[in-house]
């Protein structure tokens, strides 16, 4: 995904505060985590999906994955392939989420807050956490990976993973940053919100 687009990374954009994040909205006030997903069109950009993390109705329901489902649940003769689509997370996929991705030929995902944003900015840690405990990914606090080693590959046969707001950082286009930053507000208000009752609707990793 050709993230120096800077016409892609708006429209990116565009899509979470648009789209996403209404459904986030109601999905917090429920008790979800504040998590959230699209897929669009590659050739036009346009949306075919947005999803918001569904936990409380089962545990599975990441942003990612639910959006999957609801991508599954269109009538096939208007769906296009995934390899036809972009892929675009509110925040870093976990450890589930890249899999479902791999396994339902999303081939490139872009993610807007990362797996270190999750943990100390919203207060969720288990991203990293099940990549070091399950995955057995070296723990850079006690051994040091190999050079240009991360927590997982971010560009494979099967998926490619790119930091949208690392480009736009590097973009230095005003009207993008303005953008991040009210994302940012935004995610943080909503993680508030979620803070306040987490553990409260049953979801086994609050």
Request: charged residues 20%.
């Given at each position: ?25 109601a ?13 669009l ?93 399950v ?45 991040v ?5 935004t ?20």
């Amino acid at each position: 995904m050709d993230l120096t687009d800077l016409t892609l990374v708006a429209r990116l954009l565009k899509v979470v505060e648009h789209d996403v994040v209404p459904l986030t909205r109601a999905g917090v006030e429920q008790g979800n985590k504040l998590f959230g997903a699209a897929i669009l069109r590659r050739e036009d950009r346009s949306l075919v999906v947005a999803a918001t993390n569904a936990e409380t109705a089962n545990p599975l329901w990441h942003g990612e994955v639910h959006a999957i489902k609801l991508f599954h649940e269109l009538p096939p003769a208007g769906r296009p392939d995934p390899g036809d689509c972009l892929f675009l997370a509110t925040h870093e996929p976990c450890s589930l989420c890249l899999s479902a991705l791999a396994w339902s030929g999303f081939a490139d995902a872009a993610y807007l807050f990362s797996h270190a944003d999750s943990a100390d900015a919203f207060a969720i840690p288990h991203d990293i956490a099940i990549l070091k405990a399950v995955y057995a990914v070296p723990d850079p606090d006690r051994e040091a990976p190999a050079p240009g080693r991360d927590l997982y590959n971010r560009s494979s046969r099967f998926l490619s993973t790119a930091d949208l707001a690392a480009a736009v950082a590097a973009s230095q286009d005003p009207e993008a940053i303005a953008t991040v930053a009210r994302l940012r507000a935004t995610y943080d208000a909503l993680s508030a919100t979620y803070q306040q009752s987490k553990g409260a609707a049953g979801i086994p990793l609050p």
